[in-house]
């Protein structure tokens, strides 16, 4: 396959030093960025990211989703970070106000 301009190779990753990771979807064949779903997906690698369906957007994992963690996410009490929910009680500080053991 050869591809031009306007392709999944053409996509903006990082420009001038500042990581924009735009990505390829084949269900519009554009470059979207980050937090755009495709056909209801969100990119996988890291930082890894999840539909928002309440705000339409693609998050990061670790964000709240109007107010609230997503699922199997828990919320550390004095900031809006969410982690995994086997990680509270695992000896390991997650959270800044250790909230999480």
């Not at 031009?4 to 470059?31: A, E, P, Q």
């Not at 960025?33 to 999840?50: E, H, I, L, T, V």
């Not at 828990?74 to 086997?86: G, L, M, R």
Request: aromatic fraction near 6%; hydrophobic fraction near 25%.
């Amino acid at each position: 396959d050869k591809y031009i301009n306007g392709t999944r190779f053409s996509c903006v990753r990082k420009y001038g030093g500042v990581f924009h990771n735009y990505r390829w979807c084949s269900l519009n064949n554009m470059c979207i960025p980050p937090d755009q779903p495709c056909n209801g997906k969100c990119k996988r690698s890291k930082p890894r990211m999840a539909l928002c369906e309440a705000e339409g957007k693609c998050i990061n994992i670790k964000n709240l989703c109007a107010g609230q963690c997503l699922v199997d996410r828990v919320k550390c009490a004095t900031e809006d970070k969410c982690i995994h929910k086997s990680a509270v009680g695992d000896g390991t500080q997650q959270c800044i106000d250790n909230s999480d053991e």
